[in-house]
């Protein structure tokens, strides 16, 4: 079995407002992919978002903790993916920061467009 990736993101947003641009861009980046390209499944168990994708055969799968400081994302990456991980690791921890960022305006997450609305 391969290794996992692990990529710890911390924030100061509290558990529910992390899990909400969480939940906003996953819902996104799924969107935008090619209909019939891939397959995402995804649950919630708790603040946990356990998902698996198939895409281009390619199967990958993992999850996101949502804790009250921080987001640990594991992903286990198939084959060739695997030896990319170092720098698949630090794209998902520099788009991750991005959105947990605790500034208003707009970020960018996982490469699509997210405009936070602050009351």
């Not at 698996?52 to 055969?57: D, K, N, R, T, W």
């Amino acid at each position: 079995m391969a290794k996992p990736l692990v990529v710890t993101i911390p924030h100061q947003l509290g558990v529910a407002e992390a899990r909400r641009r969480l939940e906003h861009a996953f819902a996104e980046m799924t969107a935008k992919l090619p209909g019939g390209a891939a397959r995402i499944d995804q649950r919630w168990d708790g603040d946990v978002l356990r998902f698996a994708a198939l895409i281009s055969g390619q199967e990958i799968t993992g999850s996101m903790a949502v804790l009250a400081d921080a987001v640990r994302l594991e992903v286990i990456l198939p084959g060739i993916l695997g030896l990319l991980s170092g720098k698949i690791g630090g794209r998902l921890k520099d788009e991750g920061q991005k959105l947990l960022k605790c500034l208003r305006g707009s970020t960018r997450a996982f490469g699509a467009a997210h405009h936070d609305v602050y009351s």
